[in-house]
């Protein structure tokens, strides 16, 4: 295993409904993927005789940017 940073991702939603007629509803969500948008760096250089030996040069870009996002549901 490689030691290295962390990963710290918040995925954080909020839903709420609303009461319309009889048997409907209205719903309202709001949904943040990776809330924070912090930077998830690399492993540190692991190549010895490097000058950069033990230094984070890069981000890992499998984790998306922040990503937001609204639904409104009508339920009848």
Same mark, same amino acid.
């Given at each position: 295993t490689?030691?290295?940073p962390g990963v710290n991702n918040w995925d954080i939603g909020? #839903? /709420?409904?609303?009461p319309t007629?009889? /048997?409907q509803r209205l719903e309202f969500r709001?949904?943040?993927?990776? #809330?924070f948008n912090r930077a998830h760096f690399d492993t540190p250089n692991r190549t010895m005789p490097?000058?950069?030996f033990g230094r984070v040069t890069n981000t890992l870009l499998s984790i998306p940017n /922040?990503?937001?996002q609204f639904a409104l549901?009508?339920?009848f």
């Open positions: 490689e030691l290295g909020i #839903a /709420r409904t609303f007629f009889e /048997r709001f949904e943040m993927f990776n #809330a490097s000058p950069i /922040r990503d937001l549901k009508y339920i």
